[in-house]
C-alpha cells in the first residue's frame, strides 16, 4: 500500500542518491562553476534516446550511477550549460 511515509522514505533516497550522483561527478557546473539547477552531461555525447526522457527521475540517477560505474563519462553542468550543449551538436 502506498502511504504518506513510504513516499517520504522514497524522498529521502532520492535525495541521497543524488547527493551520491554529484559527489562523484563534481556539485557544480564544470563551465560556470554554479551550483543552480544542475544536470549530468554524457561528455561523449551519448543519449538515452527518447524512451529514457520519460522513465522516473530516480531511475535516471540509477542509470548515471550504473554508467559512472561502468566508466562511461560525465560530468555536471547547470541547465543552461547543458541545453545549449544539446542545441550546439544538434546543429553541428
Ligand atoms: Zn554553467
Not at 560556470?32 to 522516473?56: F, K, N, P, Y
Amino acid at each position: 500500500m502506498w502511504t504518506p511515509a513510504k513516499r517520504v522514505a522514497r524522498k529521502r533516497r532520492l535525495v541521497r542518491k543524488k547527493a551520491q550522483l554529484f559527489a562523484l561527478l563534481g556539485d557544480s557546473c564544470a563551465i560556470c562553476g554554479s551550483t543552480q539547477e544542475l544536470s549530468v552531461d554524457h561528455i561523449d555525447g551519448r543519449e538515452w534516446g527518447v524512451a529514457a526522457r520519460e522513465v522516473s527521475q530516480e531511475t535516471r540517477i540509477n542509470l548515471y550511477l550504473l554508467e559512472a560505474a561502468n566508466g562511461v563519462r560525465l560530468r555536471t553542468l547547470c541547465k543552461k550549460h547543458n541545453s545549449g550543449y544539446r542545441a550546439y551538436r544538434s546543429v553541428a
